[in-house]
């Protein structure tokens, strides 16, 4: 479909989004802080500011996973640059090997939005990710590894790719006979969904593998009319879809946000998989959930809900082959 001259493509969107050109949202909460903003750039689309009741201020979900806020600016012991060990876990440069039978492949070092909880905020991209003049070297990883049957392509957001791009990866990867499924993290669908376009449907629908999609939604209020139907479109091309949230202090600390989050995703067809307590990122203490609340609110989702509606609370920690369960 051709673009008006006043709509703009997803490649517009984001790269609006990383140069942080936001017309209409001008006003910053008190909370704003500068000097965060130069510990990890202000980087939010439209699609996701069109959401914030900005009446609430940080206290709006949204609102409080982007905003450079001054509690960054406090460094807290205990919390690192690279809490879940990546860089120590590298293979190649932008393959991560950390668990049995699949790799994780950063297709992408950059994201339609810089969550301000993310461990990427320190992770060194610019020397990890693997740009495209790189595959060849993973793929000869995984050719050589016949115990691998799954590759996640992970970023960063491997959805910032476009689709010509994730074309040549999933050719090379569909002559590779021992790759079984191929996994996609992505929040795209939610923060761009503009960018799920027919042209990304169709690449995906024709896929050979067994396709996954991990979404990332931390609150409901992510979710519009527009990401309903663009999650609905991934369903009909044949993907399995799962979604991840990060437990965050004021965000969704509570069983009514959780509960509601769940029931929303199961009516899209998502599948609640993880709950993640936040890894001990440096800089974003704030978000921090203690652990004992966090199994009680998961305690309390069992309650509530089905057992298939009810994400695992887990976390990461460095070294270990598998996600630790907390409950
Ligand atoms: S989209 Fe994912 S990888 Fe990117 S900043 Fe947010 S949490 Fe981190």
């Given at each position: 479909?051709?673009?008006?001259?006043?709509?703009?493509?997803?490649?517009?969107?984001?790269?609006?989004?990383?140069?942080?050109?936001?017309?209409?949202?001008?006003?910053?909460?008190?909370?704003?802080?500068?000097?965060?903003?130069?510990?990890?750039?202000?980087?939010?689309?439209?699609?996701?500011?069109?959401?914030?009741?900005?009446?609430?201020?940080?206290?709006?979900?949204?609102?409080?996973?982007?905003?450079?806020?001054?509690?960054?600016?406090?460094?807290?012991?205990?919390?690192?640059?690279?809490?879940?060990?990546?860089?120590?876990?590298?293979?190649?440069?932008?393959?991560?090997?950390?668990?049995?039978?699949?790799?994780?492949?950063?297709?992408?070092?950059?994201?339609?939005?810089?969550?301000?909880?993310?461990?990427?905020?320190?992770?060194?991209?610019?020397?990890?990710?693997?740009?495209?003049?790189?595959?060849?070297?993973?793929?000869?990883?995984?050719?050589?590894?016949?115990?691998?049957?799954?590759?996640?392509?992970?970023?960063?957001?491997?959805?910032?790719?476009?689709?010509?791009?994730?074309?040549?990866?999933?050719?090379?990867?569909?002559?590779?006979?021992?790759?079984?499924?191929?996994?996609?993290?992505?929040?795209?669908?939610?923060?761009?969904?503009?960018?799920?376009?027919?042209?990304?449907?169709?690449?995906?629908?024709?896929?050979?593998?067994?396709?996954?999609?991990?979404?990332?939604?931390?609150?409901?209020?992510?979710?519009?009319?527009?990401?309903?139907?663009?999650?609905?479109?991934?369903?009909?091309?044949?993907?399995?879809?799962?979604?991840?949230?990060?437990?965050?202090?004021?965000?969704n600390d509570s069983v009514e946000v959780l509960?509601?989050?769940?029931?929303?995703?199961?009516?899209?067809?998502?599948?609640?998989?993880?709950?993640?307590?936040?890894?001990?990122?440096?800089?974003?203490?704030?978000?921090?959930?203690?652990?004992?609340?966090?199994?009680?609110?998961?305690?309390?989702?069992?309650?509530?809900?089905?057992?298939?509606?009810?994400?695992?609370?887990?976390?990461?920690?460095?070294?270990?082959?598998?996600?630790?369960?907390?409950?």
């Open positions: 479909m051709a673009h008006s001259k006043h709509t703009k493509n997803w490649q517009q969107q984001l790269q609006q989004a990383l140069l942080n050109q936001h017309p209409n949202h001008t006003s910053q909460p008190p909370e704003y802080s500068q000097a965060a903003s130069g510990l990890f750039p202000h980087v939010v689309t439209a699609q996701m500011m069109n959401l914030v009741d900005h009446s609430k201020g940080l206290s709006d979900p949204i609102l409080a996973q982007f905003t450079p806020a001054a509690a960054e600016n406090i460094n807290t012991t205990d919390y690192l640059n690279d809490p879940v060990g990546d860089h120590e876990a590298t293979q190649v440069p932008g393959l991560i090997h950390k668990y049995h039978g699949r790799v994780l492949l950063i297709a992408s070092g950059s994201c339609a939005v810089n969550c301000r909880y993310c461990f990427r905020r320190h992770f060194p991209y610019s020397q990890s990710f693997a740009p495209r003049k790189h595959w060849q070297a993973c793929l000869e990883y995984i050719e050589n590894n016949s115990s691998i049957h799954e590759v996640i392509l992970s970023g960063g957001d491997p959805l910032t790719l476009d689709t010509k791009t994730l074309r040549v990866l999933s050719d090379a990867l569909q002559n590779l006979s021992h790759i079984r499924t191929l996994r996609i993290h992505s929040r795209i669908p939610v923060v761009l969904p503009q960018r799920i376009d027919p042209e990304f449907l169709n690449w995906a629908a024709q896929l050979t593998f067994n396709k996954v999609m991990v979404l990332h939604v931390n609150h409901s209020q992510e979710i519009d009319s527009l990401a309903r139907k663009k999650i609905a479109g991934l369903k009909q091309a044949g993907f399995i879809l799962l979604n991840q949230s990060v437990l965050l202090k004021n965000v509960t509601d989050l769940s029931q929303k995703l199961f009516d899209l067809g998502v599948l609640p998989y993880y709950l993640h307590q936040m890894d001990a990122v440096q800089n974003a203490a704030h978000f921090t959930v203690p652990e004992p609340q966090a199994i009680k609110i998961h305690q309390q989702l069992q309650a509530q809900l089905p057992g298939y509606l009810v994400p695992k609370l887990v976390k990461e920690e460095a070294g270990q082959s598998n996600k630790t369960s907390l409950f």
